[in-house]
């Protein structure tokens, strides 16, 4: 059958719009290429929107689909780190044709220097809670954040790991707020010496209309979702701030690795090799000591003598989705912040170990003395340690350093 050419016209037209209709829905391609110290191509740098991850060719090569609304991060392959910055946004990272490298500082092959700085809570006269007015003297949390920089300074590790509530009650109160704490927030980090990666606490992102938006934390902090090669381990900073449910049904920051993070974590494990050893960093805990881990096993939940239950909204309710991407491969640890206590916890598994780790806080209890449990308090900390090759096994060992503050509680 031959199509006279206006019915032609149409059914091109037609099948172009379901072509549209059916791509993807990123708008914006980022391409280029990644080079060395010397100017010559780096195969295995990845590059990623937090979204989709892509890994350089043996040309340097890359080519990236994100959103405008994204950021597009470097991640340099051992022995490297990028030579200026390492985050762009994403329509700033598609004038880019070549992404520059430079080498490392020297990194021993079998220990390597590590601190985690969680829960600092900062703010300023300017961006404090109005409960702290009155309350707490608010030079203190800068002030303290300083001081714990010198501390690091000194023992200079080879990577700072941010896991989350940088900010002060960053969620709440109008969107002006939530920027002013954030560019607080931006401000510290820019003072942290050396390498350093974070990702969002509950207290960092914004919460609206039942959705948590990421776009205040891109614009200051970068991607929400990273990986960083120290040497041969890769440290994956993953967020988890989603949104869950209350026993009323009402959404709760409980904790909750999205669906999109699922997506992102599983397609870096596809590229990573499958003995890459894994140091994973969340801001919620996965399992935690404190508050046990979710889903529980069955019968495991009974009636507690008391109002509220008990008390399961402080770690990840996408734990055993994010264990069965680990499952296989060699998991170093689990960091994690959020619950203002350090805990180091081991569980055997039929397939591995888990390390557990939970960073103490900064503020102890928002910057009003140690953090309580009924009898048990935990002190303002934060921990410092070292990766260490044990023979064909990589092992984490952290301790906590407490902190006294330079100012009373009270001003």
């Known amino acids: 059958m031959r199509l006279r050419p206006v019915w032609a016209a149409r059914l091109l037209l037609a099948l172009l719009l379901l072509a549209l209709a059916a791509a993807p829905a ?27 991850i892509v890994a350089t060719g043996k040309d340097g090569a890359f080519r990236l689909g994100t959103r405008p609304e994204l950021v597009v991060a470097l991640t340099a392959p051992p022995g490297l780190v990028p030579a200026k910055r390492w985050w762009w946004p994403a329509p700033q990272a598609a004038d880019l044709d070549v992404l520059h490298l430079k080498s490392a500082p020297y990194l021993s092959s079998h220990h390597m220097r590590l601190a985690v700085v969680s829960d600092p809570h900062l703010y300023t006269a300017d961006t404090q809670p109005p409960w702290a007015k009155g309350q707490v003297d608010p030079r203190l949390p800068m002030r303290m954040w300083k001081r714990t ?52 606490g509950n207290h960092d992102v914004r919460y609206n209309e039942g959705k948590v938006h990421l776009d205040i934390w891109r614009e200051f902090m970068g991607p929400a979702r990273s990986v960083y090669m120290l040497g041969p381990v890769a440290v994956i900073m993953l967020d988890n701030v989603g949104l869950s449910r209350r026993r009323d049904g009402k ?11 699922l997506a992102w974590l599983k397609a870096l494990l596809d590229l990573l090799p499958q003995d890459t050893p894994l ?21 495991s939940v009974v009636s507690a003598p008391g109002p509220e239950g008990l008390a399961l909204r402080d770690v990840d309710q996408s734990t055993v989705a994010v264990l069965k991407l680990l499952a296989g491969r060699p998991v170093v640890g689990l960091i994690s912040g959020h619950q203002h206590a350090m805990f180091d916890v081991r569980l055997m598994t039929t397939h591995h170990l ?44 952290l301790h906590q350093e407490a902190i006294k503050f330079l100012a009373p509680y009270r001003p």
């Open 279 to 299: 140091l994973l960093v969340s801001h919620f805990p996965l399992i935690s000591p404190l508050a046990g881990g979710n889903p529980l096993y069955p019968r």
């Open 251 to 261: 959404p709760r920051n409980c904790g909750l690795t999205s669906p999109r993070a």
């Open 354 to 397: 888990l390390h557990l780790v939970g960073a103490p806080a900064l503020c102890g209890r928002w910057w009003q003395g140690d953090m309580n449990y009924g009898p048990v308090s935990f002190p303002p900390a934060y921990l410092q340690g070292f990766l260490v090759r044990d023979k064909d096994r990589w092992r984490l060992y």
């Open 26 to 52: 990123w708008a914006l391609t980022v391409q280029g290429k990644v080079v060395g110290p010397t100017g010559k191509p780096v195969a295995g740098a990845y590059v990623s929107d937090g979204e989709r």
């Open 149 to 200: 920089l010198v501390l690091l300074r000194q023992i200079g590790p080879d990577l700072i790991l941010l896991p989350g509530d940088l900010c002060m009650a960053g969620e709440k109160g109008d969107e002006v707020r939530g920027r002013a704490a954030m560019e607080l927030a931006a401000t510290a980090t820019d003072m942290v010496p050396g390498q350093w990666r974070a990702t969002p």
